[in-house]
Nanobody, 126 residues
Framework: QVQLVESGGGLVQAGGSLRLSCAAS????????MGWFRQAPGKERVFVGA??????????ADSVKGRFTIARDNAKTKSTVYLQMSSLKPEDTAVYYC?????????????????WGQGTQVTVSS
């Protein structure tokens, strides 16, 4: 059974940092892109960033460029994707979701057909 489990969320003051992790298991994700999304209260889920299967290409929303960094670790039995968040702002407050593409070798838009985690809350206080 495929599972994406996020961790690392919490409460942090503005200007602080957090690192989110997402462990993907149940099948190989070594050849698939992975990404992060977030959903603030009363708003739609939006793209934060993504990383290609090799880890050599990354993509970010304009709102987080220069502050957030995505990395991944493709171990033998599971892949883990990280989201290092720095210079956090109150507007970064949201539930953060990890996603993994169902099909390999594509960085096309993530859809409901892909795999998603349950989310982790990040709250940034002013």
């Amino acid at each position: 059974q495929v599972q994406l489990v996020e961790s690392g969320g919490g409460l942090v003051q503005a200007g602080g940092s957090l690192r989110l992790s997402c462990a993907a298991s149940g099948r190989s994700f070594r050849d698939t892109a992975m990404g992060w999304f977030r959903q603030a209260p009363g708003k739609e889920r939006v793209f934060v960033g993504a990383i290609a299967w090799s880890g050599t290409s990354t993509y970010y929303a304009d709102s987080v460029k220069g502050r957030f960094t995505i990395a991944r670790d493709n171990a033998k039995t599971k892949s883990t994707v990280y989201l290092q968040m720095s210079s956090l702002k109150p507007e970064d407050t949201a539930v953060y979701y990890c996603a993994a593409k169902r099909n390999p070798y594509t960085v096309a838009q993530f859809t409901t057909n892909d795999y998603w985690g349950q989310g982790t809350q990040v709250t940034v206080s002013s």
